[in-house]
């Protein structure tokens, strides 16, 4: 059974982490996450479920402005041929979230420690940063520092790598 938001939160502050979550109507498209920008100070993020030709699975997450090359990625990450977005049913399956909510907290779904969890090293220049706590009708800010102690309690230690701009395309070298 995956977690819940209570779970999560029992789980966050089981581990000393402060976090702020508001409620609001079901978001489920970053356009839509904007209109409450004025609400939630912070980094405003993306998430990107990915598998590379091995059945490799990565979880990028990045500020939503972020401009990711899809096409090259996976030389960034180290990853076996192009990328192609997970399904709904292997989201379901891994991260125990349903599209529209996916979020680095679903990393406590993750048991088996099958996803890479990437973090673009631009999301991370900000102090505070704001995910779906499992759910999209959630919103739930935690410091930078504390989610990368959440993502290691997990037993997933976070990447911090440039995947995103002008940083990212000089990381890849020649096509």
Do not use: Q, W, Y
């Given at each position: 059974m995956p977690a819940t938001p209570d779970d999560l939160f029992t789980f966050l502050d089981g581990l000393g982490i402060a976090h702020r979550t508001v409620t609001h109507p079901p978001l489920f498209t970053v356009e839509q996450?904007?209109?409450?920008?004025?609400q939630i100070?912070?980094?405003?993020?993306?998430?990107?479920?990915l598998k590379d030709k091995k059945d490799r699975l990565f979880l990028v997450v990045a500020l939503e402005?972020?401009?990711?090359?899809?096409?090259?990625?996976?030389?960034?990450?180290?990853?076996?041929g192009r990328f192609?977005?997970?399904s709904a049913e292997l989201l379901r399956?891994?991260?125990?979230?349903?599209?529209?909510?996916?979020t680095p907290f679903s990393a406590i779904n993750d048991t088996e420690g099958r996803v890479t969890v990437v973090l673009d090293a631009a999301m991370m220049a900000h102090e505070t940063l704001n995910y779906h706590p499992l759910v999209?009708?959630?919103?739930?800010?935690?410091?930078?520092?504390?989610?990368?102690?959440?993502?290691e309690a997990t037993g997933h230690k976070p990447q911090v790598i440039a995947v995103s701009g002008a940083a990212a395309e000089g990381a890849r070298g020649p096509a």
């Open positions: 996450s904007r209109a409450l920008r004025g100070p912070g980094g405003h993020t993306k998430n990107l479920f402005e972020a401009a990711i090359d899809l096409k090259s990625l996976h030389r960034v990450l180290g990853a076996s192609s977005f997970c399956a891994v991260l125990g979230v349903e599209p529209g909510s996916v999209n009708t959630m919103t739930t800010a935690i410091a930078r520092a504390d989610l990368a102690r959440f993502l």
